[in-house]
T-cell receptor, first 110, second 114 residues
Framework: TQLLEQSPQFLSIQEGENLTVYCNSS?????LQWYRQEPGEGPVLLVT?????EVKKLKRLTFQFGDARKDSSLHITAAQTGDTGLYLC??????????FGAGTTVTVRA | DAGITQSPRHKVTETGTPVTLRCHQT?????MYWYRQDPGHGLRLIHY???????DKGEVSDGYSVSRSKTEDFLLTLESATSSQTSVYFC?????????????FGPGTRLTVT
């Protein structure tokens, strides 16, 4: 059983459309991180959120941390083919160890 | 990019043989981690280290051991490889002492146990 549940598992959209990926848990986290991973490579950190209710924007990507620090979302506006990849959320339960969700595979079609 | 290398990048081995994977960092980060990644499971923590000679188990530590004799190197050993240990292994580093929660990952080692 995953500590963090990500949804959806797969997402295929047309270039220019918007998408949202969700990450939910019953646990409270000191911080939550989002990573993107491309085939054959290690995960690359996109953002860290640490404050309940926090919203961070990274160009077309918007990350939100839930008020109770148990959930998060990633929203991509006007997706591009370069956004294709595996998106992973990971939470730190105040012990410097991360628990990962199973990931969301995003495919953006040209 | 964080200076993290893993070796080997690919390995094929037979069931029952011991295997050692190496992670090397040039960032002088105190924490180092070993994960395995399998379809449908995301990344799962095997072992981690919070300093030289200081290590602890993660959620999937059975059949694995680790050693850290220097800050920059963290070794993962499969004592007697089994087919269930076929996976992609990632090393990561972090430095919470400076307030950072982030982990930075190496390029991975693809291990196949036949």
């Amino acid at each position: 059983t995953q500590l963090l549940e990500q949804s959806p598992q797969f997402l295929s959209i047309q270039e220019g459309e918007n998408l949202t990926v969700y990450c939910n848990s019953s646990s409270v986290f000191s911080s939550l991180q989002w990573y993107r991973q491309e085939p054959g490579e290690g995960p690359v950190l996109l953002v860290t959120v640490v404050t309940g209710g926090e919203v961070k924007k990274l160009k077309r990507l918007t990350f939100q941390f839930g008020d109770a620090r148990k959930d998060s979302s990633l929203h991509i506006t006007a997706a591009q083919t370069g956004d294709t990849g595996l998106y992973l959320c990971a939470g730190d339960e105040y012990d410097y160890k991360l628990s990962f969700g199973a990931g969301t595979t995003v495919t953006v079609r040209a | 990019d964080a200076g993290i290398t893993q070796s080997p990048r690919h390995k094929v081995t037979e069931t029952g043989t011991p295997v050692t994977l190496r992670c090397h960092q040039t960032e002088n980060h105190r924490y180092m981690y070993w994960y395995r990644q399998d379809p449908g499971h995301g990344l799962r923590l095997i072992h981690y280290s919070y300093g030289v000679k200081d290590t602890d188990k993660g959620e999937v530590s059975d059949g694995y051991s680790v050693s850290r004799s220097k800050t920059e190197d963290f070794l993962l050993t499969l004592e007697s490889a089994t087919s269930s240990q076929t996976s992609v292994y990632f090393c990561a580093i972090s430095e919470p002492d400076t307030g950072g929660y982030e982990q930075y990952f190496g390029p991975g080692t693809r291990l196949t146990v036949t």
